[in-house]
């Protein structure tokens, strides 16, 4: 089945030392988004791509940087994680936006990692 | 920032009760979704309403979007315990580039 895979499900870093979360997805879909849910809060996009262009969220930390190699993998670089980081990460994908002449339809999400900083 | 808020928070039913959640935005939007969260994964889409469509449905679930009050609802008729879940609306601020922006969710518990 077609499906956005994140692993690993479950991460621990320590304060301070950097940590890559992956994504890889099997939908063929042009765009990805990163997305962090902190326990009880709504999902707060970081950042997404369409293709290989990258669009930052305003107020997305300068700690977290994102690397997308190919259609089908994406990584949330954390470089100097901080006990506020402690989250789920949530990895989606969708298909061409309204802008590129698209349908925006909906977003696939996978599962989450579930970043715990110690 | 977050979008918008869901209204209530928290929302407590047994089995066969209709569930009712709102949600509030503040911008002018394309669409508005619907998703479900069950505990400690992701997101499921459920439902996609457009700007200019002011009702739908799919299956047991019922949205309403008033742009003038810049306000939806969905309704979820006859609950089973599985629908317990968190439950999420979520605009695209009036953007073309397929970003959305969430709201803080409403928990529903389904008692059998």
């Known amino acids: 089945d077609a499906m956005v895979i994140q692993n690993p499900r479950y991460q621990v870093t320590q304060f301070g030392k950097p940590v890559t979360l992956s994504c890889s997805q099997t939908?063929?879909?042009?765009?990805m988004y990163w997305y962090q849910q902190k326990s009880s809060q709504a999902p707060k996009l970081l950042f997404h791509y369409y293709d290989k262009d990258f669009n930052n969220e305003a107020d997305t930390p300068d700690n977290f940087q994102s690397r997308r190699p190919n259609t089908s993998f994406c990584f949330l670089d954390i470089r100097s994680p901080g006990l506020g980081d402690a989250a789920m990460y949530l990895c989606?994908?969708?298909?061409?936006?309204?802008?590129?002449?698209?349908?925006?339809?909906?977003?696939?999400f996978g599962p989450g990692t579930r970043l715990t900083v110690l | 920032s977050q979008q918008g808020e869901e209204d209530p928070q928290a929302l407590s039913i047994q089995e066969g009760e209709n569930a009712t959640m709102n949600c509030s935005y503040k911008?002018?939007?394309?669409?508005l979704q619907w998703y479900r969260q069950n505990s400690g994964r992701g997101l499921v889409h459920l439902i996609l309403?457009?700007?200019?469509?002011r009702e739908k449905h799919s299956g047991r679930l019922r949205v309403t979007l008033d742009t003038s009050k810049k306000s939806s609802s969905l309704l979820i008729t006859a609950s089973r315990a599985a629908d317990t879940a968190s439950y999420f609306c979520a605009t695209d601020r009036g953007s073309t580039l397929g970003r959305l922006y969430f709201g803080r969710g409403t928990q529903l518990t389904v008692w059998p």
């Open positions: 989606a994908t969708s298909r061409e936006p309204l802008s590129y002449g698209g349908d925006p339809g909906e977003q696939f």
């Open positions: 309403i457009r700007s200019n469509e």
């Open positions: 911008t002018s939007i394309n669409n």
């Open positions: 939908l063929n879909h042009n765009v």
